[in-house]
């Protein structure tokens, strides 16, 4: 049977790519910095030894006659894997092997300029590289193949089925809303700062964070978490599930944030099917879809007041100071309006005006309608006229990010896809189930958990993302229930 | 060239048997238990993987076709390339695959055993197991073959060279030379414990540890100290060597003499040739010149009178009782002889009759002198007649050590060829360089590292192992040194 012989060699080269991620997620966390070179050595042997093994021409043999046989079966399983191998193959093998080369070597090239650019606040030694990515990536896109536009093609390397047309009008609106609510709140007297400032030693944060994420449901059995200067979350395998998150000794609610965050992540990991991995419908189905997931616990529940009603009495046997401090103190302390230059700093109702600005600036790029070195003055003039601010330097404007230098594009919407789906999916959530709302009213979040294992973890990527959100609300996601929250969270 | 693809093969695959030994590392250190059958999945597919690729008939050919170049060239290294390789693909090839996988599934079967054994002190329920290891490893010595008897074709696995009859001359010397030298010192007071009695926090154990791995030469940009329960170093990469320990807050030493040992493995592996990575000659030539590494740096730096008065006073700072202690304490303290019935508890005067007593058990084993029936009690009573003291359980007897149960059996005596050579080695070190010996008398030691360096670690597999410690101490390695280094420590 193809399918079979299919299934297989996915779940053999499963296998090998989890390794491969173990060594990625290692380097980030533990290897020795004269081990760099060595580990990158193995890493380009993986990635060859994984584009060799898919894409010789009996998988594409198997693909063709499976389908064949797949057309008189009725399982939606298996119809979802060979849509997932029919892509995989057609995107893995329309691309010749130089530009794959010349891609690889440019983003390399590229990310070592953009961290002395950044570090000189120098957008021009940025500038040719950023030329070729966008010129190589134009050429992935034509011949990946796009409807509408060429943008589309990026975007849904990131996102099945999102494209520039749908986003531009959900941020666009997005905008519209949630402008008047930023500059409300940012009118608003700040919190008080001092109640926070105090010392709050690693070892505490890291307990704290653990005892938390253990009560959310995280599985410490088929998981761990570790430090890491770049926060992340790794599925490397079935049960072995890796968060980091970074400590700063002024800040718990850093760590504690970076936890939440990265434990959403790992709980869609954790909720996988076992069975099927290394089966394409056995695994998590979109970024949009997976940063739905750490936003919700993030944000939904970290930035609740009711998690702080539960949770501060514990927190204040770690952190004394907080005996001083009242949960509604902590809950305006969290959801506190600020207009950061910063991405990553952004508070939660600014966040998607960030994503907004880079949204637009990919989309003119790729449509020809903006210059590469008219960049830093069009991401200037358009932050200040979002957030009426100056920006004062390349290095907290257009270079703040990193990902340009990889040469992603198209990756950023999928931040606010996330957010807006988290509250998409919690308000159905809610409505569908009066004890689960009242649970979370009370700071538990079993009921939760198990809503989210059996609508978005388990179906892992049966159906694309908007067909899955789709059903487990109950409807379409819009941008209604992140505005409605972010004006109950804002507007006080 | 046929040597050109050889070695470029041979490259490629230690890149991923690097990878492995990552997993393998994580396996041990990191991996949560619920991830340990996937990992096994995938260490399995890297042996296979491995085993695939260099047992095709191509590489058969080209060592052949090689071999007919080589002996036109003058390359010392090429020639040892060449000794090895034929060398991995003889044993790789005259393995039948039934072979293979029966001794692996009775390893698996016999290490579930072997624990549930030595939990119940019964070796009853391992003997089944032992049996069939023993039958199987037979097989392989038949397959691979020798000279005088079969137990050579074993140990040859772990030392190249070393055979049933020097062995047992050797050990047997050694057991004449060290018995009144035990029973002399156990007659001795044994020193005052109470001293040593205090709470040392596992905090500052690290923080000491590392101080010291770093004075002696561990290069932490090229390494780790991770914690393990069973402690081991790997050299899972160039510049990526990673020792683990324990920590006991009972006890300080243990975990500095398990870094000080590990530390001596990591050098070696560091001191080995970056550029012949991935060429056989550029490895380590065999356990017994490894172990000395470690034992030169665990009892002839670690455990000498001019260590601890250059090191007591740092200890101190850390460890404040150890301000009431004198060097000649503390000295006195780890060179106490105790007749333990442990080997890995076991001093230094008494370890390597805890070898010998292993050696002539699996001698006699795979001679037919011993059936396996009679293996508790011949182990009780030879063990008596070394140590004067009776065997109490099976636990703490002939089910202690896990090697039978992976079906390793002729690595024991690497263990006694380690202290063996470590004695020469500093001996000879200091004879060749009167301001190395000088400088070891002040508690430096980089001069003794300069020598290893040179003399073991740069030549990689270059020469037998034999032939590597014979240049590097001017002659053969004996026992003398190490009997000398014995009196003078235990007998005061």
């Known amino acids: 049977m193809s399918y079979d012989a299919l299934r297989n060699l996915s779940r053999e080269l499963q296998l090998v790519s989890d390794a491969a991620a173990l060594l990625g997620w290692d380097q980030e966390v533990l290897l020795p910095a004269k081990g760099v070179a060595y580990r ?227 709980l869609y990991e954790q909720g996988l099917e076992r069975e099927r991995r290394g089966e394409p419908v056995g695994a998590a189905v979109s970024l949009g879809v997976h940063e739905s997931q750490s936003r919700l616990w993030e944000n939904h529940v970290g930035r609740s007041r009711a998690f702080w009603e539960k949770w501060l009495p514990r927190a204040a046997e770690y952190f004394p100071n907080l005996a001083a401090v009242s949960p509604d103190e902590v809950y305006g302390w969290v959801n506190r309006a600020e207009l950061s230059p910063i991405r990553v700093e952004a508070d939660e109702v600014t966040y998607d005006l960030h994503i907004l600005l880079r949204f637009e600036m990919e989309r003119d790029l790729f449509a020809g309608n903006l210059e590469i070195g008219d960049v830093p003055s069009e991401w200037n003039r358009r932050f200040e006229s979002l957030f009426g601010r100056k920006v004062e330097s390349d290095a907290a404007g257009c270079l703040q990010d990193i990902h340009w230098s990889f040469g992603i594009f198209g990756y950023f919407p999928t931040y606010s896809l996330g957010n807006i789906n988290a509250a998409h999916l919690v308000a159905a959530a809610r409505r569908q189930d009066p004890a689960l709302a009242e649970e979370m009213d009370r700071g538990e979040y079993s009921g939760l958990l198990d809503w989210t294992r059996t609508h978005i973890h388990r179906p892992g990527s049966l159906y694309p993302p908007d067909e899955l959100v789709t059903r487990a609300a109950g409807g379409p996601a819009t941008a209604e229930a992140l505005v409605e929250h972010l004006r109950s969270r804002y507007l006080r």
Request: proline share 4%; aromatic share 12%.
């Open 40 to 266: 990158a050595e193995q890493m380009a042997w993986f990635s060859g030894y994984l584009h060799e093994r898919f894409t010789r021409s009996e998988v594409g043999d198997w693909i063709t006659a499976a389908e064949d046989e797949a057309a008189a079966s009725e399982d939606p399983h298996a119809a979802a894997n060979l849509r997932e191998w029919r892509r995989q193959y057609t995107r893995s093998t329309c691309l010749p092997k130089k530009l794959v080369e010349e891609f690889a070597e440019s983003t390399a090239l590229a990310q070592a300029a953009w961290a002395e650019a950044r570090e000189k606040s120098d957008f021009s030694h940025f500038a040719p590289h950023l030329t070729k990515l966008v010129d190589l990536s134009r050429e992935h896109a034509e011949r990946w193949g796009y409807e509408d536009c060429l943008y589309d093609a990026l975007i849904d390397q990131y996102e099945r089925g999102a494209t520039t047309r749908r986003l531009g009008a959900t941020l666009g609106a997005l905008r519209e809303s949630l402008l008047p609510v930023v500059r409300e709140a940012t009118a608003q007297a700040p919190p008080d700062r001092t109640k926070f400032t105090a010392h709050y030693p690693r070892e505490k944060q890291e307990a704290f964070n653990r005892e938390v994420a253990e009560a959310i449901g995280f599985d410490f059995e088929a998981g761990r978490i570790d430090t890491a200067v770049h926060p992340f979350c790794s599925g490397m395998a079935p049960f072995d599930t890796r968060l980091t998150t970074r400590y700063d000794e002024g800040d718990f609610l850093s760590s504690l944030f970076g936890v939440l965050h990265e434990a959403g992540h790992g």
